[in-house]
């Protein structure tokens, strides 16, 4: 037999599937495709197609501040975890006591595991606590790096795990020193982990929300912050419109990934 045959079981698993594909991926094409409307509200059937919310959307000089903002938040924070999520990674996978590695594995990511309106009141009373309040701009800067950091944290972790270290065995043996066997034989092959981890944040870090709330300097919005704002007192199709931008970015950075190092590559 050239295969096995497909039972009952079979089918019904495979229907399950492709429903919870279908409910997960629905609501995203449901936005983008009222991003596209020619009526004056968010609803169901569709008065027409229309680019009149892109251009109301790219024309709000706020929604493109708030877009800016956010995209420098999410950028730093990417770049930073980038680094300092690298170095944990490789102290807690390589150097750390035996006894200390799992406490500080659960350490590392307790931003994931703690509610994000939690951390985001610690942060602000923290913040109050030295004085200086939200009122500094970086609060907010710091914030995200904090509540992202995990992804970093855990992507290199993941490929260090998984890394032959005979390899910088080789290199340390035919005279490299330790910074050119890091640069030479490990990051290009923990390269996929780190740059899994910093889209993660990237991602994450342009959608928060509650810290974004809580540590935001006046008249500093961030484009999540800037939506609800405008959903307040507005319900068109401009929210969509910011919306299917979003989900485009989205998609460019995952494009981006594939190619310069390959989806294939991310793969543990």
């Known amino acids: 037999m050239t295969g096995a ?5 079979d089918h019904v698993f495979t229907l399950l599937v492709a429903l919870i594909y279908i409910f997960l991926i629905a609501p995203i094409l449901l936005v983008v495709l009222l991003s596209f409307s020619g009526g004056e509200f968010l609803a169901l059937p569709m008065e027409g197609v229309s680019l009149r919310w892109f251009e109301a ?18 950028l730093v924070s ?11 990674a490789i102290y807690v996978i390589r ?9 500080l594995r659960v350490l590392m990511s307790a931003p994931l595991m703690v509610p994000e309106i939690l951390t985001a009141i610690a942060l602000l009373f923290f913040f109050f606590e030295v004085g200086v309040g939200n009122r500094w701009s970086m609060a907010i800067q710091i914030g995200h790096i904090l509540v992202t950091f995990p992804y970093v944290f ?5 490929a260090l795990f998984n890394f032959d270290r005979s390899q910088e065995e080789a290199a340390r043996s035919l005279g ?8 030479r034989v490990t990051l290009p092959a923990i390269k996929p982990g780190v740059i899994t981890g910093c889209l993660f944040a990237f991602v994450i870090s342009f959608d928060i929300f509650n810290i974004s709330l809580l540590l935001k300097s006046v008249g500093k919005n961030t484009l999540p912050l800037e939506l609800f704002d405008y959903l307040r007192y507005n319900f068109d199709p401009t929210a969509a419109a910011v919306a299917t931008v979003s989900i485009a970015l989205t998609f460019v950075a995952v494009l981006i990934v594939d190619a310069t190092v390959g989806l294939r590559s991310l793969r543990f």
């Open 154 to 158: 855990l992507n290199v972790a993941s």
């Open 5 to 9: 045959r497909k039972t009952l079981w």
């Open 176 to 183: 490299a020193n330790g910074w050119l066997t890091f640069r």
């Open 95 to 103: 150097f750390a006591p035996a006894h200390l590695t799992n406490p």
């Open 57 to 74: 959307l790219f024309s709000n000089s706020r929604f493109y501040e708030a877009a800016v903002h956010s995209f420098s938040l999410a």
């Open 78 to 88: 990417a770049l930073v975890n980038g680094v300092i999520g690298t170095l944990a």
